[in-house]
C-alpha cells in the first residue's frame, strides 16, 4: 500500500494569473510512514491535500494509490482506501458528535440504508479509543475547534483507510492537544497506515520523523527524508526568516528556533 504523486501540476481555472500552485510535485508515502508537509501560508498545501483526495483534479501529473492511478477509482472505491481529515469543517446540521462520526462509515453503507449496528459499535470503539465519550451526545455545532478535531480524526478513522490526509490538524488545539495530536499520527502509521500531515511547526516534523514536503511560493516541493533534507539552510528559505536548529539532549532531537533579527 502506497500512495504516490509524479509530477502533479495545478493552476485554479479560474486565477488570471495563472499561477503554478504546485508545480510538478512528486512524492511517495508507503504503509506504516509519515510524510509531513511544510509550507508558507498560501504556498499550497490545502490544494495538494485536495488533490491528493481526488476533490481537485491536477492539470497534468498523475497520483497512484498502491500502483492504481486513482482516475481509475471511483468516489466510493477512493474513500474505501483513503481519508481526508481537510483544515476546516463548519457544520450545516447540528448532528450529534456520535452521528457525525458514524457519516465516516457511508463508504460501507447502501446508498439507501441506515449505518448498521456494527457501523456503531465501530463508531463507539473509536470514541472510546480516542477518549472522547464525554463528547458523543454533544451536538457538533457545540463543541470548540479543538474538540471538532477530534471528532473528524475519529471520523476519518472509522472509515477504515490505509491512507489518512491531514490538513494542519495542530493548527487550532492548545499545546497539550498538539502533542497528543502528532503521537495520534505516530500511532497510525504503527498500526501501518500512510498519514499525510500538513503544519506550520518544523518541529513537529523533527519529532514525528520519516519524510517531509518543502513547498514553496513557486509550487516547487522539496521531498526527501526529514534527516537527510530539513536543516537551518532549507527552513530559512522556505520562511524567509533565519532560523538555528539547536540540539536538546534531554530529548535527544534538534529544535527549530527563530533568530531574532
Ligand atoms: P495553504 O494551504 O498552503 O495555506 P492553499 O492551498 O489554501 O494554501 O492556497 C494556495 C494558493 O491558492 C493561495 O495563494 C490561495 O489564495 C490560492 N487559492 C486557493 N483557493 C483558490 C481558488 N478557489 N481560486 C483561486 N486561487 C485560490
Ligand atoms: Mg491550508
Known amino acids: 500500500m502506497s500512495l504516490k504523486a509524479d509530477q502533479v501540476c495545478f493552476t485554479y481555472p479560474r486565477d488570471v494569473s495563472r499561477r503554478k ?7 511517495e508515502v508507503n504503509q506504516g510512514e509519515i510524510l509531513s508537509i511544510l ?3 498560501g504556498s499550497g498545501k490545502s490544494t495538494l491535500m485536495n488533490c491528493l483526495s481526488g476533490l481537485f483534479k491536477p492539470n497534468s501529473g498523475d497520483i497512484y494509490v498502491s500502483g492504481q492511478n486513482v482516475k481509475q477509482l471511483s468516489v466510493r472505491q477512493l474513500a474505501h482506501k483513503m481519508a481526508y481529515v481537510p483544515q476546516t469543517h463548519n457544520p450545516a446540521f ?4 456520535r452521528d457525525f462520526i458514524v457519516m465516516g462509515r457511508t463508504p460501507y453503507i447502501n446508498v439507501f440504508s ?3 449496528e456494527l457501523d456503531f459499535e465501530i463508531t463507539d470503539k473509536m470514541i472510546k479509543e480516542l477518549g472522547i465519550g464525554k463528547l458523543a451526545d454533544k451536538k457538533y455545532t457545540e463543541i470548540s475547534g479543538g474538540e471538532r478535531q477530534q471528532v473528524m480524526i475519529a471520523r476519518a478513522l472509522v472509515q477504515e483507510p490505509e491512507i489518512v490526509l491531514l490538513d494542519e490538524p495542530t493548527s487550532h488545539l492548545d499545546f497539550g492537544n498538539q502533542q497528543r495530536t502528532l503521537e495520534l499520527a505516530s500511532n497510525l502509521s504503527k498500526r501501518n497506515i500512510a498519514v499525510v500531515m500538513s503544519t506550520h511547526v518544523p518541529d513537529h516534523v523533527i519529532m514525528l520523523g520519516d519524510k517531509v514536503g518543502m513547498l514553496d511560493q513557486h509550487g516547487h516541493m522539496e521531498f526527501g527524508f526529514v534527516d537527510d533534507i530539513l536543516g537551518e539552510e532549507a527552513l530559512s528559505k522556505l520562511y524567509n526568516f533565519p532560523l538555528k536548529m539547536v540540539y536538546i539532549k534531554e530529548v535527544e532531537r534538534f529544535t527549530c528556533i527563530a533568530l531574532k533579527k
Open 114 to 116: 441506515q449505518p448498521s
Open 39 to 41: 509550507g508558507p501560508n
Open 94 to 97: 447540528s448532528y450529534t458528535v
Open 21 to 27: 500552485i504546485l508545480d510538478k510535485v512528486s512524492f
